[in-house]
Each structure stands twice: as structure tokens, then as C-alpha cells.
């Protein structure tokens, strides 16, 4: 029983040794530095132009022009639409519906000569946005509020655009 006991001792203090008392060359593991310490946080959303506008008939009528193609920038007062109240539109005055502010044509829902009707359901005609500034509208996890502050600076990486971030403020 002494030689085992003996035997695992030295086992013990030869280990120890090794591991804590080698001599020779340093090992490094890294390099301890200070920096900033910064958290990700995924939060799922929309992204939400700031003004939109949907244009709809303010009466029934006939479209007789498409002044904007989609994709087009617009600037406040330009014409988008003009209706009419009998297909030719003949001997009528036409006024047409101006843009509200500046933007871009991003739905066209209707067509020149098609009717539609103020009360209908699908009245909608055309919808402008302004794209000058756009927020992201979302619900953030109940965990990860209390890691955002208002005014925080954030860095946004649409999937929808991917190699591209937009940088932007928390404004709760």
C-alpha cells in the first residue's frame, strides 16, 4: 500500500510540475486589450417611409391620363392623374390630382380609361412615398429593451438589400 501511495504522489507532484512549474518558454494565449464592448441585437421589422400617400377618386369617373410611371420621382403640385366623368371627356374642365409633396411613384393600381368609383372598395389609384427619410417599424423582444436607449446610434442590414447598411438612431 506505501508504493501506491508513494507512486501517486510523485504521479501527483511530477503533474504539478508540469503543468504549473515548467522552466522554459512562455506560452501566450492572447493579448488583453481595451476596447469597446459591443452587443448585437436582432430585431425584426418594416421599413416605413415617414409620409405616404394614397390617391383615390373623388368621384366616380374615368381615368383619361396617367401624367407618372412607377419608380418616378415626383415633386409637390406635379400632376399624377386626371379623371374624368364620361369616358371621352369631352366639353368638360379637367383639373388634374396633384402630388401632395415630393416622393416616389411606387404603386400604380389603375389604368387610363378604366372607371372607378369614390365609395368602391378599390378606389385606390396611385400611392406616393417619400423615401427622403424612412424608419423601421418593429416589436422588440421584452429581453432585449433594456439594452436600447433613444438616441442610441444602430447600424440597419436589410435582407432584402444584402452587402448594404444604413445607419440610423433609436427614437422610441
Known sequence: ILL?????AGATWFGWKRIGGAKGPEEVIGVVARGDLIQRVTITGGIVPV?????????????QKIH????????????????????????????????PFRGEVVQILKSEGNFVEKSSNDKTLIRIDDTSELFVNSDTPEV???KLKKGQL?????????????????EM
Do not use: C, W
Not at 4 to 8: C, N, R, S, V
Open 4 to 8: 501506491i501511495l508513494t507512486a501517486f
Open 51 to 63: 409620409h405616404s400617400v394614397v390617391l383615390t377618386a373623388p368621384f366616380d369617373g374615368y381615368i
Open 68 to 99: 407618372v410611371t412607377l419608380g418616378q420621382s415626383v415633386k409637390k403640385s406635379d400632376p399624377i392623374i386626371t379623371m374624368t366623368q364620361t369616358p371621352d371627356g369631352i366639353g368638360e374642365t379637367v383639373f388634374p390630382i396633384r402630388a
Open 144 to 146: 432585449d429593451y433594456p
Open 154 to 170: 444602430v447600424i440597419m442590414k436589410p435582407t432584402s438589400i444584402p452587402g448594404k447598411l444604413y445607419n440610423g438612431s433609436i
